[in-house]
């Protein structure tokens, strides 16, 4: 199996001890770590335009410039001047930007300044992944409400742009008569599965819906109700996509190995397992032709140190 593509990370360009509480490895530390993983590219988070602890734009561009054969980067829009959204997200994409986000904008999916998000991102091309949250006002990331209201308009709206969802509330929705209080949207999904769940209807309804499978958000949703968790990623492999959302090399999810677990059991198949931890990712990013490139250009380089050494 080719090795996993990682659609969420968080990475500085130096290692930071404590920032916001826990340690932020660099791009050059996190490399070995995504090796012993099984990871061979990932896809840098922003948080933002402007100059942050870690994370900004700017700085995501030149991890992912810095290694071009490993990482590549979405980026962020900070909530300003609405007006000026689709010339910052073109700039941004010209400048190699493969997507938005991780678009955590505490504001209703109906928000002006998201709307016009939307609206530039599906005209530029540009998938959005976003983080969601319960409500404004609470941690951080889009809102909507129990039953995911505001996301069917949205992807009812932009048929074209791509959004990946992402986070508790998102996933919460996997189980039919999901919880609707504020705590009960945050928590990691646990128990079985009740069949009937809103994010299968979507998913059946919109095929511009992705899911991101990164950190215990996903991971829980896929794994804590095995059989039905092996169900929907069979029936929706060409729409979810492999992530962690690490932020140091400390940090292991356990979803990549279940995943090579179940394969290696019969129970998921490769087809769908690869086109979960890698292919779909190349196929919305655009990653494809950069991956063939650079391992062509290595390949160049390899033969070209041969001849010089005469082997």
């Known amino acids: 199996m080719e090795k996993k593509i990682d659609i969420h990370l968080h990475l500085s360009e130096r290692p930071i001890p404590d920032g916001l509480g826990m340690k932020i490895s660099s791009g050059a530390e996190m490399l070995p770590h995504l090796d012993e993983l099984g990871i061979g590219f990932g896809i840098i988070m922003s948080s933002g335009e402007k100059q942050a602890m870690f994370g900004s734009n700017a700085s995501c561009r030149r991890i992912a410039e810095q290694y071009p054969d490993r990482y590549a980067w979405m980026c962020g829009l900070d909530e300003t001047e609405p007006e000026t959204v689709y010339e910052r997200l073109k700039q941004y994409r010209e400048e190699g930007a493969v997507g938005v986000g991780e678009l955590a904008v505490n504001h209703r999916l109906d928000h002006p300044f998201l709307e016009a998000v ?17 409500e404004e006002g609470f941690q951080y990331g889009v809102v909507d409400e129990p039953g995911l209201p505001l996301l069917e308009r949205a ?4 048929p074209k742009l791509i959004f990946i969802g992402h986070s508790q509330p998102f996933w919460h929705e996997i189980s039919g008569g999901a919880g609707k209080s504020r705590e009960e949207r945050y928590e990691w999904g646990k128990g079985p599965v009740t069949p009937g769940g809103r994010l299968g ?4 309804k919109y095929p511009n819906l992705y899911g991101d499978l990164s950190a215990n958000s996903g991971g829980c949703a896929m794994m804590r109700d095995e059989a039905f968790g092996l169900a929907f990623l069979e029936a929706w492999k060409d729409r979810l996509m492999f992530g962690t959302d690490m932020v140091n090399v400390d940090m292991v999810f356990p979803l990549g190995g279940w995943l090579d677990q179940k394969v290696e059991e019969g129970a998921l198949s490769f087809t769908a397992c ?5 292919g779909n990712a190349k196929r919305i990013f655009g990653l494809g032709r950069k991956l063939a ?14 001849m010089v050494k005469g082997d």
């Not at 939307?118 to 319960?134: N, T, Y």
């Not at 209807?201 to 059946?204: H, R």
């Not at 490139?293 to 033969?303: C, F, M, Q």
């Open 155 to 158: 992807l009812n709206k932009y």
């Open 201 to 204: 209807q979507l998913f059946e």
């Open 118 to 134: 939307f609206q530039a991102a599906e005209a530029l091309g540009l998938p959005v992944l976003f983080h969601m949250s319960p």
């Open 293 to 306: 490139v650079n391992a062509e250009e290595k390949t160049d380089e390899k033969t070209e140190e041969k």
């Open 274 to 278: 690869q086109a979960i931890v890698s």
